[in-house]
């Protein structure tokens, strides 16, 4: 098993631009989670899904779109970019809800200028 | 708003026994408390998670009392490899039973 696999791993993008972050799992696994965490801070749940078809906001959703079309695929969409949106994106999964474990690919290091 | 608190940092020496402790006011009572473990440049992993009073795998310990408004992540004998931020990671009911983190405990190891 893969577990959890996220591209591109590095990537710059000019004000205003667009880009999808890629995540995929093998572990069919439910539920899916995107994280960003800042330079020197902690993680912060951008949204989640539950299922395919099924999505929601966390706790830092503005500027950012999802989709889940299928168990294992949930690509994260930036459609203007902008400086604030430089951070490390994670990518997690986990079985079941309320905080079950969670496992998480290696990331994307995305800089906005 | 609730919040979740962690230690900015902590240091320690080879072998001692650290803990590291979360507190959390307003989670969810049906939901488990779980730790995670981050080296740089890497994604967090799990090290451990409970609902209430103690559980121990084999790399470390938790203990959450009664209330649940705080839990502490023990680990025995630390060495230079446990160098890493350790964070809490929690349902907080008061952000519509949100999965939080909490802002992480980075933990050096000294020999």
């Known amino acids: 098993n893969a577990g959890v696999t996220q591209t591109p791993k590095f990537r710059i993008l000019k004000i205003g631009q667009s880009m999808t972050l890629q995540c995929t799992q093998d572990m069919n696994h439910n539920y899916m989670y995107w994280y960003r965490q800042d330079p020197g801070m902690g993680l912060k749940l951008i949204y989640y899904?539950?299922?395919?078809?099924?999505?929601d906001k966390g706790e830092v959703p503005n500027g950012y779109n999802v989709s889940r079309s299928t168990t294992e695929d949930f690509p994260l969409r930036l459609e203007l970019a902008a400086p604030s949106q430089t951070s490390v994106y994670f990518c997690?999964?986990?079985?079941?809800?309320?905080?079950?474990?969670?496992?998480f690919g290696p990331g994307t290091r995305l800089t906005v200028l | 708003l609730a919040k979740t608190t962690q230690p900015i940092s902590m240091d320690s020496y080879e072998g001692q026994e650290v803990n590291i402790t979360c507190s959390h006011n307003n989670i969810a009572t049906n939901d488990y408390i779980t730790w995670y473990q981050q080296f740089p440049s890497q994604g967090p992993r799990f090290i451990i998670q409970?609902?209430?009073t103690k559980v121990t795998n084999e790399v470390a310990s938790l203990f959450i009392p009664a209330d649940r408004k705080s839990s502490t992540l023990s680990l025995p004998r630390v060495s230079l490899s446990d160098t890493a931020v350790y964070y809490c990671l929690v349902v907080d009911l008061s952000q519509g039973g949100k999965l939080i983190f909490g802002q992480g405990t980075e933990l050096s190891v000294k020999p």
């Open positions: 899904s539950v299922g395919a078809g099924i999505t």
């Open positions: 997690a999964s986990s079985y079941g809800a309320g905080g079950d474990t969670q496992y």
């Open positions: 409970g609902y209430k």
